[in-house]
C-alpha cells in the first residue's frame, strides 16, 4: 500500500502583487487629504482608524477611484476562476484602515461577506501583519494545534489580498513609529 495524504476543507487565500501601484497611489494621494478617520470601538482594544462607522460605505465608489476598481475586480474573478467557480455581479463596500504605533486589530470576522480583502497602500513591512486563525477550533485543544497555528502574513505595499468573508483574522500590533494605511473591503455576491 502506497502512503497517502490528503489535505481537506482547505480554507483559500489569494495573494496578489499589483503591477499598477503607481496609478493606485496617486488615486489615493488625491483623497487622503479630504477623509475623516474615526476611532474604531474600545472593545476593541488600543483602536486603530477606519474611515467607516457603519461598513457599509463604499470609499471606492464614492471617490471615483477606478484604478484600484478594476484591480479587485480583475482579482475576484481570478480568485473565482481558481475555484471554480462563476463569476457574479457583487456589491462592494470599502473603507481605509490607518494603524499608528500600539495599534492593532483583534480577532474578527466580516461574517456575510462572501469575500474580503485587504490591499496595502502605505507600509513599511514591519508595521502589523493580518493573521488568519484556524477555522477548525475545536482543533486548538488537540495534538494537532501546532499544525493549525495562526498564519501571519507581512504586509506589503501593492500586496492584495481576497479571503473567505467567514475566516476570522486580526492585524498584530504596530510596533514601529510609521503610520500603515490598507484598503479594506468586501464582496457580497447578488443571489
Not at 126 to 148: E, Q, R, W
Not at 163 to 177: D, I, R
Request: glycine share 4%.
Amino acid at each position: 500500500m502506497k502512503n497517502n495524504m490528503l489535505g481537506i476543507f482547505a480554507t483559500p487565500i489569494y495573494f496578489a502583487m499589483v503591477e499598477n501601484v503607481k496609478e493606485i497611489k496617486e488615486e489615493f494621494n488625491q483623497i487622503l487629504k479630504n477623509l475623516h478617520f474615526y476611532d474604531t470601538p474600545e472593545m476593541w482594544g488600543k483602536p486603530h482608524k477606519l474611515t467607516t462607522k457603519n461598513f457599509e460605505d463604499n470609499i471606492i465608489q464614492e471617490n471615483n477611484m477606478e484604478v484600484i476598481k478594476k484591480v479587485i475586480d480583475v482579482n475576484i474573478r481570478l480568485f473565482l476562476e481558481m475555484l471554480k467557480l462563476p463569476y457574479q455581479e457583487y456589491l462592494l463596500t470599502s473603507w481605509i484602515t490607518s494603524y499608528d504605533k500600539g495599534e492593532y486589530a483583534p480577532v474578527h470576522n466580516h461574517l456575510n461577506a462572501d469575500i474580503s480583502g485587504v490591499y496595502y497602500y502605505e507600509t513599511n513591512g514591519n508595521d502589523g501583519d493580518i493573521f488568519f486563525v484556524t477555522p477548525c477550533l475545536v482543533i486548538t485543544a488537540s495534538i494537532f494545534n501546532k499544525v493549525s497555528e495562526n498564519y501571519y502574513v507581512p504586509p506589503e505595499e501593492g500586496k492584495l489580498i481576497l479571503f473567505p468573508g467567514w475566516l476570522q483574522h486580526g492585524v498584530a500590533t504596530n510596533t514601529t513609529s510609521s503610520n500603515r494605511k490598507s484598503l479594506a473591503f468586501n464582496i457580497y455576491f447578488k443571489k
